[in-house]
């Protein structure tokens, strides 16, 4: 296998262990850097929900080389062409937002997979493969180390979960509560009790097909509840909401403790 492609982050969830990540919004190698230095088994790229291009990519990536981190990227989309470019760039996987049926698992699947399993286009010198170095060892592997991560976030999906669990290729399932609840009729609001028995249903059917399941936690309370209830792939915190809250924070100290008129 090549030395710059061992997916140990695969190898935890198949043995069933319980894993700590973190969620990139910045699009910062800096951020990237820190977050890799406190020793998450994961770091989440958001190219989704951000302003994230290939280059900020790279970057990021490369900033997270040195520290044993497997890095994940959020596509833009569940797009072919996208979908081979974050793979190109070296992301040990990838989490593709609103799968909804199994042909648009299988469909994704196919998008990170080279031929026969898939038609993911192949390159001679990606930064995955080394820039041409291990290019060998890589395409041996890729097939097997890249971890496929598909998200839950309609009514549809939920309905479908079982079809989509059991396409081959597919890794693990990540709820969306923003998207999901939205999805619902219930704008940006997760806490809903429709929408929290929705989630339950995920829980459960996750647990059927025997496939590792994440979402995003808002501290740590609220994940370790979620790990107890069987998740293994939980967001522990957001570099833009951490330092979003951790600012807002300090000034608001600051204002009450020597008020401005």
Same mark, same amino acid.
């Given at each position: 296998?090549?030395?710059?492609?061992?997916?140990?982050?695969?190898?935890?969830?198949?043995?069933?262990?319980?894993? %700590? &990540?973190?969620?990139?919004?910045?699009?910062?190698?800096?951020?990237?850097?820190?977050?890799?230095?406190?020793?998450?088994?994961?770091? /989440?790229?958001?190219?989704?929900?951000?302003?994230?291009?290939?280059?900020?990519?790279?970057?990021?990536?490369?900033?997270?080389?040195?520290?044993?981190?497997?890095?994940?990227?959020?596509?833009?989309?569940?797009? /072919?062409?996208?979908?081979?470019?974050? @793979?190109?760039? =070296?992301?040990? +996987?990838?989490?593709?937002?609103?799968?909804?049926?199994?042909?648009?698992?299988?469909?994704?699947?196919?998008?990170?997979?080279?031929?026969?399993?898939?038609?993911? +286009?192949?390159?001679?010198?990606?930064?995955?493969?080394?820039? =041409?170095?291990?290019?060998?060892?890589? /395409?041996?592997? %890729?097939?097997?180390?890249?971890?496929?991560?598909?998200?839950?976030?309609?009514?549809?999906?939920?309905?479908? @979960?079982?079809?989509? &669990?059991?396409?081959?290729?597919?890794?693990?399932?990540?709820?969306?509560?923003?998207? @999901?609840?939205?999805? *619902?009729?219930?704008?940006?609001?997760?806490?809903?009790?429709?929408?929290?028995? #929705?989630?339950?249903?995920?829980?459960?059917?996750?647990? #059927?097909?025997? *496939?590792? @399941? =994440?979402?995003?936690?808002?501290?740590?309370?609220?994940?370790?509840?979620?790990?107890?209830? +069987?998740?293994?792939?939980?967001?522990?915190?957001?570099?833009?909401?951490?330092?979003?809250?951790?600012?807002?924070?300090? /000034?608001?100290?600051?204002?009450?403790?020597?008020?401005? =008129?």
């Amino acid at each position: 296998m090549s030395e710059l492609f061992e997916n140990r982050l695969k190898r935890l969830l198949k043995a069933g262990k319980k894993t %700590a &990540g973190a969620w990139a919004q910045l699009c910062s190698p800096t951020s990237a850097e820190i977050l890799c230095r406190a020793g998450f088994d994961w770091l /989440l790229i958001d190219m989704e929900h951000s302003p994230a291009d290939l280059q900020t990519l790279v970057a990021q990536l490369q900033a997270m080389g040195a520290y044993g981190v497997a890095p994940l990227v959020r596509a833009p989309w569940n797009d /072919l062409v996208w979908i081979k470019r974050i @793979l190109d760039a =070296g992301a040990y +996987g990838v989490m593709i937002p609103s799968v909804n049926t199994r042909e648009q698992a299988i469909a994704a699947v196919q998008a990170c997979k080279y031929p026969p399993v898939g038609i993911r +286009g192949i390159a001679g010198s990606p930064r995955a493969a080394g820039f =041409g170095r291990d290019t060998s060892a890589y /395409l041996k592997r %890729a097939n097997d180390e890249l971890l496929v991560i598909l998200q839950v976030e309609t009514p549809q999906a939920i309905e479908n @979960l079982a079809a989509i &669990g059991k396409v081959p290729g597919v890794d693990a399932l990540f709820i969306g509560p923003m998207d @999901l609840s939205t999805s *619902m009729g219930h704008l940006g609001n997760p806490a809903h009790p429709e929408v929290q028995a #929705a989630i339950a249903t995920v829980e459960a059917k996750a647990k #059927a097909l025997g *496939m590792p @399941l =994440g979402t995003i936690s808002a501290g740590w309370e609220q994940a370790k509840m979620l790990y107890d209830r +069987g998740y293994q792939l939980i967001t522990l915190l957001s570099d833009v909401i951490l330092l979003s809250k951790a600012s807002a924070e300090a /000034l608001t100290k600051f204002r009450e403790a020597y008020p401005q =008129g």
